[in-house]
């Protein structure tokens, strides 16, 4: 009989059935012992997690699927839960059950409502070493916040454990020779740049801080350190004046980072390479790379000089990029032109709430009188030359706009009633009286941003710089209908729902910075090769949800994305990039550093645990409320 290749297919696969039958369960009782599978187990589940499964396998005998949990100690029900571990530093632990959880998790902004697992408000360093230990033992991610000034979300992380740094609060000023001025002071990272200028007297010294005093000192530090009224300008980024920190390790590790080191408590010295800089890194990058806990900072030996602040004009294109001309004919002064706009019912101080609710129609009467078809912005000119003093002379900024063609509001009789009505003339002056009215009302303005309660306003910003031309925004600046300065109505925004909107142009004139900077650059983008350049801010902020204000500041973002499309520009770190996906986010914030970044992040911290939106390594967009409206 011819037996044909299909029919001993046939008798192979009967005769297996029979074999398999008979001997089967033989073969899987040999096969899935219970030490073959402890040992497979224990194996693959050493780098798995305690919810993960493993299937042993014994040649062609497939064992029962078994969880990971019994085979990894860790996992055990008498094992202590995160909570209970955490609870093992000195600092509180807050749950979502917990009466103190809303307070400790709101941000500034309202509309970031992630919810971390837990909050951890650690005490000392040998805490947040604890902590961080813990959540990685747990599998848990981490996040991490200074001030929670946080315009946009990136501070806040779903189902983390949350630091909340606000313990971390010194301030320290000490006359040290290691400092080029010869004067330091210890800052803790959780410590608000308000309780700093009243602790370190303005009247005395200067140095870059937060421009709103509620601003935390780790996130302002960590993410460059810019002030647009001249210490930035004439001191340079904040960063680029720190001499050293004290940090913790993502594996838990406390070291202090010099321009030349890394310290380790047990003595161990680690020097700097290209490689592994971690004193480059932080400064610009310190969110993506260790949690740092103190800054020893350069405190200059001069009062911090205030603006003068100048009404003036600037009715189409050309007046609005003669400003670029303006700055870089001179060293003297550092500018900044801005425009407030806010609802009568937004301020609430005393003296501040009657002054804003006048404010709209005075600058109505202003454009009507002068014959304008744009509203009066602010220009903050501030004297960064050595010895100028608390204050810089208004007069001569004046004079100084004058013959560079800057169209300065008129002293004359109907511009002082009009002034009038915001407070009493002084000098039968124009400029005087403003100039004194405005940095009182500045210094008001401060006060009551300080004492914001979080999770009150929402906000949307945007933020564009190194630009080298103001083409690419003064289509919206002057002609948006709702924040243009050429909108109908002064308080058109309000009608979006936003119950204040800042516009802020900065022209940046970088006359200085510390010489360890020089020689130890920072990570942040700064584009040195520019010597001026313009940046801009549009932030606006809202009460009742839903609302249309997002509305105005993405349609605006849209147009400016569109007329830079292929151009070059950069973005402040502090202010994340909510632009269309697939935006260069690294490039706008780092530039070139960024590979580097990426290397020494890689030595420090290998398993990425400071991941958060926006990071080195996160391109999430979740930081960017209504960024998608």
């Given at each position: 009989?011819?037996?044909?290749?299909?029919?001993?297919?046939?008798?192979?696969?009967?005769?297996?059935?029979?074999?398999?039958?008979?001997?089967?369960?033989?073969?899987?009782?040999?096969?899935?012992?219970?030490?073959?599978?402890?040992?497979?187990?224990?194996?693959?589940?050493?780098?798995?997690?305690?919810?993960?499964?493993?299937?042993?396998?014994?040649?062609?005998?497939?064992?029962?699927?078994?969880?990971?949990?019994?085979?990894?100690?860790?996992?055990?029900?008498?094992?202590?839960?995160?909570?209970?571990?955490?609870?093992?530093?000195?600092?509180?632990?807050?749950?979502?059950?917990?009466?103190?959880?809303?307070?400790?998790?709101?941000?500034?902004?309202?509309?970031?409502?992630?919810?971390?697992?837990?909050?951890?408000?650690?005490?000392?360093?040998?805490?947040?070493?604890?902590?961080?230990?813990?959540?990685?033992?747990?599998?848990?991610?981490?996040?991490?916040?200074?001030?929670?000034?946080?315009?946009?979300?990136?501070?806040?992380?779903?189902?983390?454990?949350?630091?909340?740094?606000?313990?971390?609060?010194?301030?320290?000023?000490?006359?040290?020779?290691?400092?080029?001025?010869?004067?330091?002071?210890?800052?803790?990272?959780?410590?608000?740049?308000?309780?700093?200028?009243?602790?370190?007297?303005?009247?005395?010294?200067?140095?870059?801080?937060?421009?709103?005093?509620?601003?935390?000192?780790?996130?302002?530090?960590?993410?460059?350190?810019?002030?647009?009224?001249?210490?930035?300008?004439?001191?340079?980024?904040?960063?680029?004046?720190?001499?050293?920190?004290?940090?913790?390790?993502?594996?838990?590790?406390?070291?202090?980072?010099?321009?030349?080191?890394?310290?380790?408590?047990?003595?161990?010295?680690?020097?700097?390479?290209?490689?592994n800089n971690l004193f480059f890194g932080l400064r610009g990058a310190g969110s993506s790379l260790a949690i740092v806990t103190h800054f020893y900072y350069i405190i200059h030996n001069e009062p911090e000089t205030r603006p003068a602040i100048v009404l003036i004009w600037l009715e189409d294109e050309e007046q609005v990029e003669n400003?670029?001309?303006?700055?870089?004919?001179?060293?003297?002064?550092?500018?900044?032109?801005?425009?407030?706009?806010?609802?009568?019912?937004?301020?609430?101080?005393?003296?501040?709430?009657?002054?804003?609710?006048?404010?709209?129609?005075?600058m109505q009467l202003l454009r009507k009188a002068n014959g304008k078809s744009s509203f009066p912005v602010q220009v903050m000119m501030t004297d960064m030359t050595l010895g100028a003093g608390r204050t810089t002379d208004a007069k001569a900024a004046i004079d100084y706009l004058r013959t560079k063609g800057v169209d300065v509001l008129?002293?004359?009789?109907?511009?002082?009633?009009?002034?009038?009505?915001?407070?009493?003339?002084?000098?039968?002056?124009?400029?005087?009286?403003?100039?004194?009215?405005?940095?009182?009302?500045?210094?008001?303005?401060?006060?009551?941003?300080?004492?914001?309660?979080?999770?009150?306003?929402?906000?949307?910003?945007?933020?564009?710089?190194?630009?080298?031309?103001?083409?690419?925004?003064?289509?919206?600046?002057?002609?948006?209908?709702?924040?243009?300065?050429?909108?109908?109505?002064?308080?058109k925004p309000t009608k979006k729902g936003c119950d204040f909107c800042f516009w802020m142009v900065h022209f940046r004139n970088r006359q200085g910075q510390p010489q360890i900077s020089v020689n130890n650059p920072i990570s942040i983008r700064t584009d040195t090769n520019q010597d001026t350049s313009v940046e801009i801010n549009l932030?606006?902020?809202?009460?009742?949800?839903?609302?249309?204000?997002?509305?105005?500041?993405?349609?605006?973002?849209?147009?400016?994305?569109?007329?830079?499309?292929?151009?070059?520009?950069?973005?402040?770190?502090?202010?994340?990039?909510?632009?269309?996906?697939?935006?260069?986010?690294?490039?706008?914030?780092?530039?070139?550093?960024?590979?580097?970044?990426?290397?020494?992040?890689?030595?420090?911290?290998?398993?990425?645990?400071?991941?958060?939106?926006?990071?080195?390594?996160?391109?999430?967009?979740?930081?960017?409320?209504?960024?998608?409206?």
């Open positions: 009989m011819h037996i044909t290749p299909i029919l001993t297919l046939i008798f192979w696969m009967l005769h297996y059935r029979v074999v398999n039958g008979i001997f089967g369960h033989i073969n899987y009782q040999i096969c899935c012992n219970d030490i073959r599978v402890q040992t497979q187990c224990s194996a693959q589940c050493r780098l798995m997690s305690c919810s993960d499964t493993c299937t042993p396998r014994c040649f062609w005998v497939q064992c029962e699927t078994k969880q990971c949990s019994d085979y990894r100690q860790d996992c055990s029900s008498n094992q202590p839960s995160l909570e209970d571990e955490l609870k093992l530093q000195s600092g509180m632990v807050i749950n979502q059950d917990n009466e103190s959880y809303e307070k400790y998790r709101r941000v500034f902004n309202a509309a970031c409502t992630a919810r971390p697992r837990l909050i951890v408000v650690p005490k000392s360093e040998k805490d947040i070493s604890h902590i961080l230990k813990t959540a990685a033992k747990h599998q848990v991610e981490i996040s991490v916040r200074s001030g929670g000034h946080s315009y946009t979300c990136n501070s806040l992380k779903e189902d983390s454990v949350h630091l909340v740094m606000e313990e971390f609060d010194e301030i320290d000023m000490v006359e040290d020779p290691n400092s080029e001025t010869g004067r330091a002071a210890w800052l803790g990272t959780g410590a608000r740049w308000g309780n700093i200028l009243r602790t370190i007297d303005p009247e005395k010294y200067s140095y870059p801080h937060g421009q709103c005093k509620s601003v935390g000192v780790g996130g302002f530090l960590l993410g460059g350190g810019v002030n647009w009224l001249g210490t930035y300008n004439k001191y340079g980024y904040g960063a680029e004046n720190i001499i050293k920190m004290k940090a913790v390790l993502a594996n838990g590790d406390i070291v202090v980072v010099d321009k030349d080191n890394v310290y380790y408590e047990d003595r161990r010295v680690v020097p700097h390479t290209e490689e400003m670029m001309k303006v700055i870089s004919s001179t060293t003297k002064y550092s500018f900044m032109v801005n425009q407030q706009i806010s609802s009568l019912t937004f301020w609430k101080r005393p003296l501040l709430s009657p002054l804003m609710q006048v404010f709209p129609l005075v008129v002293d004359n009789y109907i511009n002082a009633m009009i002034l009038g009505k915001l407070t009493p003339m002084v000098q039968t002056s124009v400029y005087y009286t403003f100039d004194r009215f405005a940095n009182r009302f500045y210094e008001e303005i401060e006060l009551e941003q300080e004492s914001w309660e979080p999770g009150v306003w929402s906000s949307i910003s945007l933020n564009y710089g190194s630009l080298d031309s103001t083409g690419d925004f003064v289509q919206d600046f002057l002609h948006d209908p709702n924040v243009g300065t050429k909108r109908k109505f002064f308080l932030t606006c902020m809202f009460y009742n949800q839903p609302s249309k204000c997002p509305n105005v500041v993405n349609s605006i973002r849209a147009r400016i994305d569109k007329r830079l499309s292929g151009k070059p520009y950069s973005k402040y770190y502090n202010f994340p990039s909510c632009s269309k996906e697939g935006t260069d986010w690294r490039n706008l914030y780092w530039g070139s550093n960024t590979e580097r970044l990426l290397r020494i992040k890689d030595i420090w911290d290998p398993e990425d645990r400071f991941n958060h939106c926006q990071s080195l390594t996160n391109n999430n967009m979740t930081c960017c409320p209504f960024s998608s409206e």
